[in-house]
T-cell receptor
């Protein structure tokens, strides 16, 4: 049973471009969480999704950021018009039920140049 | 979610038990205590969780005080590969994980 898969592992974008980060949860998991870790800082919750629904987006920046988890396919975190401050590691986690332990992927490291 | 307080850093000798404390004095009756660790910028790794009883698994033991206001994570025989940042989190059953600053554990030979 493969773990949570995130791709790409490293992503470089120029300022103003779009970044798309993908997360395939563990098999049988329908709950997905996205976190951001800025350099030398802790993990910050961004958004919690269940298949086709956003459950909690209290940590999402109000502009340029969006997330989806379609019925088929991976969860996508999309950042439009990236700025240097978006450079960070973005981690995805999944769980089988919302109260069960969440398993994390290895992250996508976004660098905006 | 209740706030947790952990020491910023700790050292432990290889082969000895590592005891990592956590204070969560404002914990509610329906909040669980979770422990995760992050090894050098890898994805966080689940370790253990509990509500009020002590728990043990292949990685660690979790001791929760009777009043639930604090807990201790025990790594019985620490190895160099246990060097990581350890996060104590309190969480309602359906809630998101809120990470604090954690304890940076250094296991030394």
């Amino acid at each position: 049973n493969a773990g949570v898969m995130q791709n790409p592992r490293h992503l470089v974008r120029r300022r103003g471009q779009e970044a798309r980060l993908r997360c395939s949860p563990m098999k049988g998991h329908s709950h997905v969480y996205w976190y951001r870790q800025l350099p030398e800082e802790g993990l910050k919750f961004m958004v919690y999704l269940q298949k086709e629904n956003i459950i909690d987006e209290s940590g999402m920046p109000k502009e340029r950021f969006s997330a989806e988890f379609p019925k088929e396919g991976p969860s996508i975190l999309r950042i439009q018009q990236v700025v240097r401050g978006d450079s960070a590691a973005y981690f995805c986690a999944s769980s089988i039920q919302p109260g069960e332990e969440a398993f994390f992927g290895q992250g996508t490291r976004l660098t905006v140049v | 979610d209740a706030k947790t307080t952990q020491p910023t850093s700790m050292d432990c000798a290889e082969g000895r038990a590592a005891n990592l404390p956590c204070n969560h004095s404002t914990i509610s009756g329906n909040e669980y205590v979770y422990w995760y660790r992050q090894i050098h910028s890898q994805g966080p790794q689940y370790i253990i969780h509990g509500l009020k009883n002590n728990e043990t698994n292949e990685m660690a033991s979790l001791i929760i005080t009777e009043d639930r206001k604090s807990s201790t994570l025990i790594l019985p025989h620490a190895t160099l590969r246990d060097t990581a940042v350890y996060y104590c989190i309190v969480r309602v059953a359906l809630g998101k994980l809120i990470f604090g600053q954690g304890t940076e554990l250094s296991v030394k030979p």
